[in-house]
């Protein structure tokens, strides 16, 4: 079993940044695929990027691509979200997801998650 614990979200403007940490325990932590999604009010659950467990291979939407980064430290745990150049449409929750995903960008492919983080942009 493996419990994800997210932090770092909050109100931000537009043009801004924010860091969403991701926090596993239970597992070894470099054994996993780890993602990120968010669902904004209304709208289904989307895929936001996805590192492999060695950091190897980062993929992102293309939504975000150029504007968010995401890393992780296998010795240290967390894996990061750098958001920045933030938009009103960024706002939703952020969740943070763990697994061995036969496809990083495919939600129900990934076994574990976080509760979510909220993150709000204004405009």
């Known amino acids: 079993q493996v419990q994800l614990v997210e932090s770092g979200g909050g109100l931000v403007q537009a043009g801004g940044s924010l860091r969403l940490s991701c926090a596993a325990s239970?597992?070894?932590?470099?054994?996993?695929?780890m993602g990120w999604f968010r669902q904004a009010p209304g709208k289904e659950r989307e895929f936001v990027g996805s590192?492999?467990?060695?950091?190897?291979?980062?993929r992102y939407a293309d939504s975000v691509k150029g504007r968010f980064t995401i890393s992780r430290d296998n010795a240290k745990n967390p894996v990061y979200l750098q958001m920045t150049s933030l938009k009103p449409e960024d706002t939703a929750v952020y969740y943070c997801?763990?697994?061995?995903?036969?496809?990083?960008?495919?939600?129900?492919?990934?076994?574990?998650w976080g509760q979510g983080t909220q993150v709000t942009v204004s405009s």
């Open positions: 997801a763990a697994g061995t995903p036969f496809r990083s960008d495919v939600q129900y492919a990934y076994t574990f």
């Open positions: 590192i492999s467990r060695d950091g190897g291979s980062i």
């Open positions: 239970g597992r070894t932590f470099s054994t996993l695929t």
